[in-house]
């Protein structure tokens, strides 16, 4: 690199274009060290100037008139700094794959642990709405549906007291979290959720709530939710049916959902039939209806005994052919990322677009059985709440931090296209100075001094 100093003593880099009719500060540019604090300042300047401009554009800018040393890993890392950037562009941190909860792989009686979805409201004859409850066994993937008239918490509590009666009682169900549909898009937005927990705790149910506005901890019965929908989009269409018919289609939708296979389905006619949850929950796929004179001659006890291996059976399959094959998959998102105790994230929103994000400091971090971070406690201008990582956007900004304030104490002169490499310009010259401009870019306006003195006594404002 050929540095030469011009006469005012300032290091210039002499390049290749020299016979170019250009401007001479594009020809002869001054050189920067990269890790000086001025040529920071500089670089934030210039990016705050040119509307945040990526480090691309920002390169271009800058070589105008300087030549910076490393400008590119330079300018990339002020630029990534930035955190009106970071509020449009931060990503939110990776979480390594976690296992399966045990409610899901142990071995449990059909139903035994559930989730409890509402899926959205059809109408029936006569303009009302009924709500659909789906009941999924997180084991066997069994589904269960029950029709409802409303939202109230007493007709889902009617509801579970009809799956109990049919199915029995759970031992352990999972739920969205009511936080989570408190907007006019919620279908539980209407439902007394500590009456719920009260009621459950007497019939000595475990209930347990997933993090607001995580939707995807509860993704084996949403899978189901979106497989009944596509169903009755396909046998309703825009049809219109009463509670009686509703409810029939209902009851069908539920045998196709549990006849599904779960296993692999072999063209050869000699291997075993697929796995499906209705093997789990009848015993019997022949529906017709047995002579009333027949008798069975087979000892009961047998029978008991012959009944229980063919569920041992059934799970040893189910075992074998269905849990042997999950397997835990690699991360695709990138490296892991972790969130920090006391930095500030935005809060992401599905609704709101990500200028009306709201800010949040996490004050605490909430660790799974794995020691591995999935939730945090935040804390708001209105109080604090509970986020899995997936929503929150760290600014990689501790609450005892400040962004770098902008150069506004600094001048910087124009480039002057009359200028030679010969004779530079002053860098003094206040005609070149450029108007002080606040951190967000916006021109500070000089106040007007009021001659209070010279209005009271003659009348008129001093200019």
């Known amino acids: 690199m050929n540095v030469i100093t011009d006469e005012e003593g300032i290091k210039?880099?002499?390049?290749?274009?020299?016979?170019?009719?250009?401007?001479?500060?594009?020809?002869?540019?001054?050189?920067?060290?990269?890790?000086?604090?001025?040529?920071?300042?500089?670089?934030?300047?210039?990016?705050?100037?040119?509307?945040?401009?990526?480090?691309?554009?920002?390169?271009?800018?800058?070589?105008?008139?300087?030549?910076?040393?490393?400008?590119?890993?330079?300018?990339?890392?002020?630029?990534?700094?930035?955190?009106?950037?970071?509020?449009?562009?931060?990503?939110?941190p990776n979480s390594e794959p976690v296992s399966l909860p045990g409610d899901r792989v142990n071995d449990a009686a059909v139903f035994e642990v559930v989730g409890v979805d509402l899926a959205r409201p059809l109408y029936v004859k006569g303009g009302q709405k009924s709500w659909i409850v789906l009941f999924t066994c997180a084991t066997y993937w069994a589904v269960h549906l029950e029709l409802t008239s409303s939202l109230t918490t007493?007709?889902?509590?009617?509801?579970?007291?009809?799956?109990?009666?049919?199915?029995?009682?759970?031992?352990?169900?999972?739920?969205?979290?009511?936080?989570?549909?408190?907007?006019?898009?919620?279908?539980?937005?209407?439902?007394?959720?500590?009456?719920?927990?009260?009621?459950?705790?007497?019939?000595?149910?475990?209930?347990?709530f997933n993090p607001p506005t995580a939707a995807w901890w509860g993704g084996w019965w949403e899978r189901l939710v979106r497989v009944l929908k596509e169903l009755l989009r396909m046998t309703l269409g825009n049809a219109i049916l009463t509670t009686e018919e509703l409810q029939t289609v209902l009851c069908d939708c539920e045998s196709v959902i549990n006849s599904r296979p779960l296993t692999y389905l072999s063209e050869n006619s000699e291997d075993l039939v697929p796995l499906s949850p209705a093997m789990f929950l009848v015993e019997n796929r022949n529906l017709d209806v047995p002579d009333i004179d027949y008798r069975d001659t087979v000892n009961l006890r047998k029978r008991v005994r012959y009944r229980q291996k063919l569920l041992n059976d059934l799970r040893h399959r189910f075992r074998k052919e269905y849990l042997g094959l999950l397997i835990q998959n690699k991360n695709k998102k990138g490296p892991l990322s972790e969130v920090r105790l006391g930095e500030i994230v935005l809060i992401g929103?599905?609704?709101?677009?990500?200028?009306?994000?709201?800010?949040?400091?996490v004050i605490r971090l909430i660790p799974g059985k794995d020691g591995k971070i999935r939730t945090v406690e935040l804390k708001t201008r209105t109080g604090t709440l509970l986020r899995p990582i997936q929503r929150v956007y760290p600014l990689e900004v501790q609450s005892t931090e400040t962004p770098n304030d902008p150069l506004n104490d600094c001048t910087i002169t124009n480039p002057i296209s009359s200028i030679s490499s010969d004779n530079l310009s002053d860098p003094n010259d206040s005609s070149n100075v450029l108007p002080r401009v606040s951190k967000y870019g916006r021109v500070i306006k000089v106040p007007e001094k009021l001659d209070l003195l010279n209005q009271v006594l003659y009348g008129f404002e001093s200019k």
Request: glycine residues 6%.
């Open 12 to 92: 210039r880099v002499k390049t290749r274009i020299t016979e170019r009719s250009d401007h001479p500060e594009f020809i002869y540019p001054i050189i920067l060290p990269g890790e000086c604090l001025f040529t920071q300042r500089l670089i934030e300047y210039y990016h705050r100037q040119n509307c945040h401009a990526g480090t691309q554009i920002l390169l271009g800018i800058l070589r105008e008139r300087f030549w910076i040393v490393r400008s590119r890993r330079v300018v990339r890392k002020i630029v990534r700094s930035c955190i009106r950037c970071k509020r449009y562009k931060c990503k939110s």
């Open 349 to 361: 929103d599905d609704i709101k677009k990500r200028m009306h994000w709201p800010l949040a400091k």
């Open 154 to 208: 007493d007709a889902f509590l009617l509801s579970l007291r009809r799956f109990i009666a049919r199915r029995g009682r759970p031992r352990v169900i999972y739920s969205d979290n009511g936080t989570n549909f408190r907007g006019a898009h919620g279908e539980l937005s209407g439902i007394d959720w500590e009456k719920v927990l009260k009621l459950a705790t007497i019939q000595r149910i475990i209930w347990k």
